[in-house]
């Protein structure tokens, strides 16, 4: 168990809905990571928040988007759905970033979305 | 552009042979390297890591990696594998610098025939 949490483990919707994944870090990690991990695209990196701020962005499209709140815990929200947005998508936490020792990060059980 | 190549797609081997998959790297800077590891259904987990100083590292299940700084490498070595190892194996880079953003190699996934 890494002590980071995921919800739902699994998600199946329809083609054009919104759904909202959630993440709790483990406790005292200011970073968040969110990847998506497809057959054909293999691991790719969505986004970090760092203390509420958006830090670092990957190959995430502009119908997704995510936050991080106050209390730490992040929310991945993926609208007007498509087929190709079925995935796993994992959330990661680590607690240091920029600088030495930056980069450990503590992945979550993912969440499994399938888009019919 | 900054990018983590990992030639060995698929890697089956005997229980007890040798391992070494390649992980070779483009980043401008001083960069941390790690191996994580994702055993069949499940989250992934971190194997090994190296910030600074010895270039060899070891890590968990009798894993180790050495960084090579002047062929850009940090190759994955196990002397003896066992079934247990059958996985899949993602070789990252992150920089130092605040906006840094890790980057995943595609993955090596190792089949191991007992």
């Known amino acids: 168990d890494s002590g980071v949490t995921q919800t739902p483990k699994h998600l199946i919707t329809a083609t054009g809905q919104r759904v909202t994944l959630r993440c709790s870090p483990r406790?005292?990690?200011?970073?968040v990571y969110w990847y998506q991990q497809s057959l054909d695209q293999g691991l790719q990196f969505l986004i970090q928040y760092y203390n509420g701020e958006e830090r670092a962005k990957g190959n995430i499209l502009e119908r997704f988007s995510a936050q991080q709140f106050p209390d730490l815990h992040s929310e991945l929200n993926l609208s007007s759905l498509e087929l190709g947005d079925s995935a796993l998508y994992f959330c990661?936490?680590?607690?240091?970033?920029?600088?030495?020792?930056?980069?450990?990060?503590?992945f979550g059980p993912g969440t499994r979305l399938t888009v019919l | 552009a900054q990018s983590v190549s990992q030639h060995n797609h698929h890697v089956i081997l005997s229980e007890a042979a040798s391992l070494e998959l390649g992980c070779n790297y483009s980043y401008g800077g001083t960069v941390n390297l790690f191996w994580y590891v994702q055993y069949p259904g499940q989250h992934l987990q971190l194997l090994l890591k190296y910030f600074s100083g010895d270039p060899l590292v070891k890590g968990i299940k009798g894993f180790e990696a050495e960084f090579i700084k002047s062929k850009f490498s940090f190759n994955l070595r196990k002397p003896s594998v066992q079934w247990s190892d059958t996985a899949e194996y993602f070789c990252?880079?992150?920089?130092?610098?605040?906006?840094?953003?890790?980057?995943f190699g595609s993955g090596t996934r190792l089949s191991i025939r007992p």
């Open positions: 990661a936490s680590s607690a240091i970033t920029g600088t030495s020792g930056a980069g450990e990060q503590f």
């Open positions: 990252a880079v992150m920089g130092w610098s605040s906006a840094s953003k890790i980057i």
């Open positions: 406790s005292g990690d200011l970073s």
